[in-house]
């Protein structure tokens, strides 16, 4: 089978990742969801959305396209039901693997402006290296965030490091016995 770039492979642990925390999210009630501690983004609910809405925009940038009409936009979180969430989730997942699509991507490739920038923004160049790099700290730093805020509040996050995943892909297992 042809190799599957590192990069890929990263952010698919992302996307994984915030899979597993919408997941668990589901099972907590509203007042739950609005939960915070000093120091964090915010909210539960406002952060996981800011993490996916965040992942689009990324996406966006370095594909030149919208991943689908219309792009997930922070305001509204608010209102958006975890279905709805877990929907916007589905196209940043499509949108790592169409990124992907023609094997690894060439980080000193310039990229331009993106087709969301509203009038008020300035425009932008910069290379591919930096919003693929960004859409891996942002996301663990967010998602970090929101389990430190759950754990504060006495319920447990899921594990969202990478061995779990390897795990279940079956890129890692226990040793045979000698």
């Known amino acids: 089978p042809p190799m599957t770039a590192t990069m890929l492979r990263q952010l698919r642990h992302d996307v994984w990742a915030t899979g597993q925390l919408v997941e668990r999210c589901r099972g907590l009630n509203a007042e739950q969801l609005e939960l915070t501690i000093p120091g964090t983004y915010g909210s539960v609910r406002r952060t996981l959305g800011h993490i996916i809405s965040a992942?689009?925009?990324?996406?966006?940038?370095?594909?030149?396209?919208?991943l689908h009409e219309p792009?997930?936009?922070?305001?509204?979180?608010?209102?958006?039901?975890?279905?709805?969430?877990?929907?916007?989730?589905?196209?940043?997942k499509d949108g790592v693997e169409r990124l992907f699509a023609n094997g690894e991507i060439d980080g000193d490739r310039l990229i331009g402006d993106t087709p969301v920038r509203r009038p008020e923004q300035p425009r932008i160049e910069m290379y591919a290296w930096v919003p693929l790099t960004q859409l891996v700290h942002h996301g663990n730093d967010h998602r970090s965030q929101i389990a430190t805020t759950l754990s504060a509040h006495g319920i447990e996050p899921p594990d969202l490091q990478v061995w779990p995943l390897a795990m279940e892909m079956g890129a890692s297992r226990p040793a045979k016995p000698k």
């Open 55 to 66: 992942d689009e925009g990324y996406l966006i940038r370095l594909l030149g396209v919208l």
């Open 71 to 92: 792009p997930f936009r922070e305001p509204d979180v608010a209102t958006s039901s975890f279905d709805a969430i877990a929907a916007h989730l589905a196209h940043v």
